[in-house]
Structures are given as structure tokens and as C-alpha cells.
């Protein structure tokens, strides 16, 4: 199935926001994460900054997690490839993802 341009770009255009909040969503699921590791005594000493910290580092892997898990996707939007199939492999790959 052939989608006209106009929907290819326009679902290129979704996949690249979500991507963004995508990353924002597991960053932040890291850093509680690696904070709820800690023992209460060092989870209430800290900051702000080093909560920031701890999102920051958990950005730079996430944003290249996500890049590599859409990069299929998003090539076959800006070919004339059928994107069906990568559809369907980036939304499986997606959803599970995101209830961790």
C-alpha cells in the first residue's frame, strides 16, 4: 500500500516528537529508578542538581536508543518504501518500552 507524500511526512513529523518525549519519559523513569536504589538517608540529601544529573545521563543513552529503534521507520518515510511493516515493528517495539 502506497501512502501519498503529504502522509508520509506527516507521520515522520509525529514519530520525530514523540521521539522527544519518548526520551524525556525514559530518562526520567532511569533516574527514579536509579534513585529509588538508593537508601533513604542519600535520597533525602539530594539535590536538585544532582537529580538533573542523573536525567542528563540517562538522556545521551535513551536519545540514541530511540534514534536506533525509529531510524527503520524513518528512512522508509523518506523512501518510497512500503512502511507499513516498520510501522507495525516501531509501535511493537515502542509500546513495551514505555510500561517498563
Not at 518510497?80 to 509500546?95: E, F, M, Q, S
Request: proline share 1%; glycine share 0%; with cysteine.
Amino acid at each position: 500500500m502506497e501512502l501519498h507524500r503529504d502522509f508520509r511526512n506527516a507521520i515522520l513529523l509525529l514519530v520525530q516528537e514523540f521521539k522527544k518525549y519518548q526520551v524525556r519519559a525514559l530518562s526520567r523513569n532511569n533516574a527514579l529508578a536509579r534513585i529509588m536504589e538508593l537508601d533513604r538517608e542519600e535520597r533525602a540529601d539530594l539535590t536538585a542538581a544532582q537529580i538533573l544529573r542523573l536525567v542528563s545521563e540517562a538522556t545521551k543513552a535513551n536519545q540514541r536508543l530511540v534514534d536506533e529503534s525509529a531510524a527503520g521507520l524513518e528512512k522508509a518515510l523518506l523512501t518510497d518504501k512500503d512502511v507499513l511493516d516498520w510501522l507495525k515493528r516501531y509501535c511493537a517495539n515502542v509500546i513495551p518500552r514505555l510500561e517498563q
